[in-house]
């Protein structure tokens, strides 16, 4: 596609349950980012993948949360026995590489709400 | 958390005004970025500074950078009523990801 692709664009669970938020990036783009927005606020870093590992993941808030990309496109973030405090928008981004001066692309993010 | 602060929070100006923001941080940087995100929506990417530049200009942006201050700026000329967003600043240091403002909420009045 000609963008990043974030599925659902809306989430809503309860509390404890467990969901998986999916991210489709540009095609070619070798770097995934994911960051998490609470209202208000800016993005707030979660990891990164270069290829297929994880690159980075300091800011994932504890063990509850996981990423994926198994083949180096599209990935998965994955949070266990969610909690209300984890209602946010999660966004991923993707760019060319993982460079500091290469532009980041963003979805539109999955609306993620834990009742 | 964050560690970039931007002033003001919130800024209402005429259509035709020019619109500034500004942006402060605190660690050393390789690069400075600035985005734009309108309501439910991602960011979009509108201008990069590189940490030995001072100023750069795209279209009607006009970005400016104080590494000794640890400040940057940015300057909208002549803003529209789709300008109407969220701006934030973000920067990286010697880590590949973003550390982003808090963001100025700009509104722009027809």
């Known amino acids: 596609g000609a963008g990043v692709s974030q599925t659902p664009s809306n989430k809503v669970t309860e509390k404890g349950k467990y969901v998986e938020l999916r991210c489709d990036p540009i095609?070619?783009?070798?770097?995934l980012y994911w960051y998490r927005q609470s209202l208000g606020q800016g993005p707030e870093f979660l990891i990164y993948?270069?290829?297929?590992?994880?690159?980075?993941d300091s800011g994932l808030p504890n063990d509850r949360f996981f990423a994926v990309r198994p083949e180096g496109s599209v990935s998965t973030l994955k949070i266990q026995r969610t909690e209300r405090g984890d209602s946010a928008v999660y966004l991923c981004?993707?760019?060319?590489?993982?460079?500091?001066?290469?532009?980041?692309?963003f979805g539109d993010g999955t609306r993620l709400s834990i009742l | 958390s964050q560690q970039g602060e931007e002033d003001p929070q919130a800024l209402s100006i005429q259509e035709g005004e020019n619109a500034t923001m500004n942006c402060s941080y605190k660690?050393?940087?390789?690069?400075l970025q600035w985005y734009r995100q309108n309501s439910g929506r991602g960011l979009v990417h509108l201008i990069l500074?590189?940490?030995?530049?001072r100023e750069k200009h795209s279209g009607r942006l006009r970005v400016t950078l104080d590494t000794s201050k640890k400040s940057s700026s940015l300057l909208i000329t002549a803003s529209r009523a789709a300008d109407t967003a969220s701006y934030f600043c973000?920067?990286?240091?010697?880590?590949?990801?973003?550390?982003f403002g808090s963001g100025t909420q700009l509104t722009v009045l027809p």
């Open positions: 981004a993707s760019s060319l590489k993982a460079d500091s001066n290469q532009p980041q692309h």
């Open positions: 095609s070619g783009h070798t770097a």
């Open positions: 993948f270069q290829g297929t590992g994880a690159a980075d």
């Open positions: 660690t050393s940087i390789n690069n």
């Open positions: 500074i590189r940490s030995n530049e």
């Open positions: 973000a920067y990286s240091g010697s880590a590949r990801q973003l550390t």
